[in-house]
Every structure is written in structure tokens, then in C-alpha cells.
């Protein structure tokens, strides 16, 4: 009987994970009906999340099924719903029908992560996001219908919840979208809210006034060391007493991992990612690796570990793959390491801001800075075409988002 390695998601650590279990399968001239590479996920379509604050959020996404055929990847629809690593077998369910188990011989679980939103009266009914492609649309629709109401601050008022990296994305673009729908002499107010004290506190002090200085351009108020403590259908309160009235709240601030992490007996950080060794296997449990979105690792010999970004969920994914492979292939595994770390954060029409390495060295601003943007945005993080050796070499995991 095949063996079986069984890949949980469909986004970018669990495509890169198919493709590079495939490569070394065929680089060890290995059938598939010896080794079966299964990939289950609700829908086979890879969601490109980062873009989801851009117009047109429903064609933010890629179909999976030929690239996964040329490469004799199997598809299975289904959402995870349990996983027990006892017996070696996930439970799935698929559209309302009946549970269904499938067993593993090796499980990658690269089943992403997801908006967190806290339990703040309100945030739950009346905010918007750009965490799927649903959600994104419903924004969409939301902002296109609001020239149909009469005009007022509220209508023409979004607060955006979270002045990180997505949170200045949405802000950004938010500005300049309304603009453009509600014309040149709209008074459009942008507000983000944010309960640090600094507007993108990750960012570092040699990258932050070039995002203060666009946020001033496109007139956007960004409120710090404040939290929201209350939304409702007109609006927020926040945590210094002041009430926004609003016809829009954008939440954008925490995610957390998958919760099938929590199925797994393993230490997880406070974001719900397992925590990893240096070959994205899962300590102390037979045959899971974790990767993308749902794993913590060190990412290099420096004391600087992944977050949850493009970037590291593509490449974890690829380590996982090839090790997940390589145990069942008599081949040895290969430690995932990254040491190149870049950040490109889009200001809308200022344009955006690219920096190099954990310290955030500037590197490009401007519309040089929006050409990278958009060069990562469309390319470098898209899968590879649907043809078996432009796929396979893809997916080498050392030239995975080799930056
Ligand atoms: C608005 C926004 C902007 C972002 N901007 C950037 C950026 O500029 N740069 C950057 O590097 N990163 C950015 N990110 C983060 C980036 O999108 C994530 O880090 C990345 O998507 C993680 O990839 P992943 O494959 O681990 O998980 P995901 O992309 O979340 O994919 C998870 C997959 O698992 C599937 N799945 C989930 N649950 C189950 C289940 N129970 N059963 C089966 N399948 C399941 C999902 O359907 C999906 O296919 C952004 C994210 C958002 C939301």
C-alpha cells in the first residue's frame, strides 16, 4: 500500500509544502502510487491574503488543481475538523456531509492562521476586515454603497483598529479609495487606532517617519496608546472617553494560528503556533511537522525566529515538505534556515517603503519602493505555472523566496 504524506491547507506554506514533497519524490525516481502526496483544504485555490486590501478582492486567488495535477499531487476537499496523531488520522468533514477520517503516514499541518478579533462589545457585529476574501468583498460592497447615503462625517469616516503592517496598508489605501468614489472634493477622514504608542511599533525608528510622513500626506489621524473599547452601527467609543461616529470599522489588528494547532499535544506561543525544531517537525510527536502561518521556528542562528508572513510561510512550507518526504524517502533532512529578512509596506498613493534585514535598514521609498510592491505582490509570491519541471525546480526549498 502507498505511503502517504498529507498536507492540511491550500494556501502558500501548504502549496510550496506539495510541490517540494513532489520534487523529492521524483528526484528519488519514487512513483506516486508508492508515495501518495494528498493536500486537503475546503476549496482547491490558493487565497493571495496580503492583497485582500486592494479593489477587486473576489480575484485575489489562484486555482490550484492543474499545478497540483502536473506535479501527481492528490486534492481532497474537505475542512479539518480533528486530528489524532495516536492513531495517525484527521477527521474531515466536506460541505454538511458526514465526518470522514483519512490517515497519514507523515502530516504537514500548514493550515494558516486567521483575524483575531478580541472580545470587545461590538467588534464582532460591526466591524469590517480584509482577513478573507468574503470578508474583503462585503468591505468592498460596503464602501461602493456608502455614495448612496446622504453625505455626513459618519458616512464619509473609517476607522481602521491597528496601526501595524496591515492595519497602515488598509489605512493607506482606504484614503485614497474613498477619494476616488466619493470624488475629489469628498471629505474623506481616515483614523487608525492604535493601543501602542508608537504607529507601526515593529517597524523601527529609521523606518517610521517615512510612514508618518504618508500618513500626514493622505491626511490620515493616526490615535495611539488608546484602545477601542466599544463598536456599534454608528461608531466607536474609545478608552479615553472620545466617541468617532463612523459608518465604517475596519478590524486589523491580531491574528492567531490555525486552532487545529490545539490538537496537537506540543508547546504553542501566544499567537497559537506550534513551536518547531530546526526541521519544522513538531518535538516530541511522530511524524507532524508544522509550518507557515501555524509554526514558530527559528529562522536563523541569530535569535531571530518567523512571523507570519508571506515570506516565511512559503519557505517553511518547502523545508516541511522536503523533510516530511524525506523521512519516508531514506533521505536526510534539511534544516530550514532564512537569513535574509525584507519588509514592503504600501502607503497607497505616496507609494510605499521597502527595508532590508531585522533592524528595517531603509532601502527603497517612493515609487521605487511601489515598484517592489508590486513586483512581490503579483510575482514573487504567486505558485508557479502549471507545467511538472518548471514546478518541480520551483520548489527546491533553498531558492524558495530566496531574497
Ligand atoms: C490583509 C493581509 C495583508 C497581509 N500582508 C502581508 C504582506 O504584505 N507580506 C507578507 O509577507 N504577509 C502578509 N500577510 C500575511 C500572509 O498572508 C500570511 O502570513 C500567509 O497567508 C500565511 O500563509 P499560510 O500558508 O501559512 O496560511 P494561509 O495563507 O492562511 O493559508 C491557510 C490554508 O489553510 C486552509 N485551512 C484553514 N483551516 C483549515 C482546515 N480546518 N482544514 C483544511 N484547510 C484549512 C485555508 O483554506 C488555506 O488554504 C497579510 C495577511 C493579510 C490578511
Redesign the pocket.
Known amino acids: 500500500m502507498a505511503k502517504r504524506i498529507l498536507i492540511?491547507?491550500?494556501?502558500?506554506?501548504?502549496?510550496d509544502a506539495a510541490l517540494s514533497a513532489a520534487r523529492l519524490r521524483a528526484l528519488q525516481k519514487v512513483s506516486s502510487d508508492e508515495l501518495e502526496i494528498t493536500v486537503?483544504?475546503?476549496?482547491p485555490?490558493?487565497?493571495?491574503?496580503?492583497?485582500?486590501?486592494e479593489p477587486n478582492p473576489e480575484k485575489m486567488k489562484v486555482p490550484l488543481l492543474d499545478l497540483f495535477s502536473a506535479v501527481d499531487v492528490n486534492f481532497v476537499s474537505?475542512?479539518?475538523?480533528g486530528i489524532d496523531t495516536d492513531d495517525q488520522s484527521i477527521t474531515?468533514e466536506n460541505r454538511g456531509n458526514e465526518a470522514q477520517k483519512l490517515r497519514y503516514d507523515r502530516l504537514v499541518l500548514?493550515?494558516?492562521?486567521?483575524?483575531f478579533r478580541p472580545p470587545v462589545p461590538g467588534v464582532d457585529q460591526h466591524t469590517f476586515?480584509?482577513?478573507?476574501i468574503p470578508e474583503?468583498v462585503s468591505l468592498d460592497l460596503h464602501l461602493n454603497g456608502l455614495t448612496k447615503r446622504p453625505d455626513s462625517p459618519k458616512r464619509n469616516t473609517i476607522v481602521v483598529a491597528g496601526g501595524g503592517?496591515?492595519g497602515i496598508?488598509?489605512a493607506t489605501e482606504m484614503a485614497t479609495r474613498r477619494r476616488n468614489i466619493l470624488g475629489p472634493g469628498g471629505d474623506v477622514r481616515v483614523i487608525i487606532v492604535d493601543r501602542s504608542s508608537n504607529i507601526a511599533p515593529d517597524m523601527g525608528d529609521e523606518a517610521r517617519p517615512h510612514i508618518t510622513q504618508a500618513l500626514r500626506q493622505l491626511g490620515i489621524r493616526a490615535i495611539t496608546a488608546t484602545a477601542i473599547t466599544g463598536v456599534d452601527a454608528d461608531g466607536v467609543t474609545l478608552s479615553n472617553g472620545e466617541r468617532i461616529d463612523a459608518s465604517t470599522v475596519i478590524w486589523?489588528a491580531g491574528?492567531r494560528a490555525?486552532?487545529?494547532t490545539a490538537c496537537i499535544n506540543a508547546e504553542r506561543d501566544n499567537f497559537g503556533r506550534l513551536l518547531v525544531d530546526a526541521y519544522l517537525a513538531v518535538p516530541g510527536v511522530a511524524n507532524v511537522w508544522a509550518?507557515?502561518?501555524?509554526a514558530k521556528a527559528a529562522s536563523d542562528d541569530l535569535g531571530n525566529h518567523t512571523?507570519?508572513?508571506?515570506?516565511?510561510?512559503?519557505r517553511?512550507?518547502a523545508y516541511a515538505g522536503n523533510n516530511a518526504a524525506a523521512s519516508l524517502l531514506n533521505v536526510d533532512p534539511e534544516p530550514y534556515q532564512q537569513r535574509t529578512y525584507v519588509?514592503?509596506?504600501?502607503l497607497g498613493e505616496p507609494g510605499a517603503l521597502f527595508t532590508r534585514g531585522w533592524d528595517r535598514k531603509v532601502e527603497a521609498t517612493g515609487a521605487d519602493a511601489k515598484a517592489i510592491?508590486q513586483e512581490?505582490?503579483t510575482i514573487w509570491?504567486y505558485p508557479p505555472k502549471a507545467d511538472r519541471a518548471t514546478a518541480l525546480a520551483y520548489a527546491k526549498p533553498s531558492s524558495v523566496v530566496d531574497l
Open positions: 492540511i491547507g491550500a494556501g502558500f506554506a501548504a502549496t486537503i483544504a475546503p476549496d485555490v490558493l487565497t493571495v491574503r496580503p492583497r485582500l486590501y474537505g475542512t479539518v475538523t474531515f500548514a493550515a494558516g492562521s486567521s483575524l476586515s480584509v482577513d478573507s474583503a503592517f496591515t496598508e488598509v486589523a491574528m490555525t486552532p487545529l509550518t507557515g502561518d501555524a512571523l507570519m508572513s508571506c515570506q516565511h510561510a512559503k517553511m512550507g519588509t514592503c509596506l504600501d510592491k512581490v505582490n509570491i
